[in-house]
């Protein structure tokens, strides 16, 4: 309850705080959202080395992490629920999960290896079921369909989507701010996102955005903090970023990375916005 008169509220509330009181008290209600921060990386699938940034400004990396052989493909995670998202692999259906990200190299402890996915599949991570840890899943191209597990050993697929078709590119994040990641995909051929908030065989398109062009990668993050994962894109032809804090607008733009990089997203630091 309040007796203010000029406390803050949200435009369209039932009754105001303008008449409020000692005699005429408001009740309200507040939110108190994660502001945890996610921020962007590349990886360089020749040199096997991810460069991570803290912040989204500045052209330096905060981070460099050596991980993975030719050919693996990155991808990013809380796979622990530590608060904190880690880089690890994915090649033809084998991940290497690791918990950590460790400065060059040097691994206190070995990844975690599991099975999951068919070669031509591509990877995504998520928490598919609120319990605040990512595990994996993967979209295939070939049929256009998403495969998710909920399980940290992968040993099952939990969920099949139908959603997408050959030459998307997939992503997943919470874009309704529910706590569930949710999948989605980017079609480079019209540079357009498709997002779904339910994970389901047949899912809806619940959002849809044109947002960057074709020979773009897609990410997708909480940039600003507010609970909530929207889009970008990372184009290699300009090693440039375009996020949107919208779905609609770019917020940032930077250049970093170089060409032959895959992008990648993600809290690197577990820290609250400064």
Known sequence: ATQSTDLLTTGGVIKGTSNASSANPDSFVAKILDTHQDTIGTYDPINTKFKLKN????ALR?????????????????FNGDGVDTV?????????????????????????TLNF?????????????????????TFRPSSGQFFLTNQQ???????????????????????NGDGIDSVGVFRPSTGQFFLTDDNVLKANIDQAFFFGTNGDLPVAGDWDGNGIETIGVW?????????????????????????TDQPAAGDWDGKPNP
């Open 88 to 112: 690890s692999t994915f090649n033809n259906g084998t991940w290497k999960i690791f918990n950590f990200n460790v400065i060059v190299s040097g691994y206190p402890t070995g990844p975690t």
């Open 55 to 58: 912040t989204l400004s500045g």
């Open 153 to 175: 050993n992968a040993s099952a697929v939990n969920v099949t989507i139908n959603f997408g078709t050959n030459g998307d590119l997939p992503v997943a994040g919470d874009w």
């Open 235 to 259: 184009r290699p032809s300009t090693s440039e970023f375009f996020l949107s804090n919208d779905q609609i607008n770019i917020s940032n733009q930077f250049v970093f990375g170089q060409n």
């Open 117 to 137: 996915g068919l070669p031509g599949d591509l990877p995504v991570a998520g928490d598919w079921d609120g319990d605040g840890i990512e595990t994996v899943g």
């Open 62 to 78: 905060s981070i460099i992490v050596d991980r993975g052989v030719l050919g693996d493909v990155g991808v990013a995670g809380d």
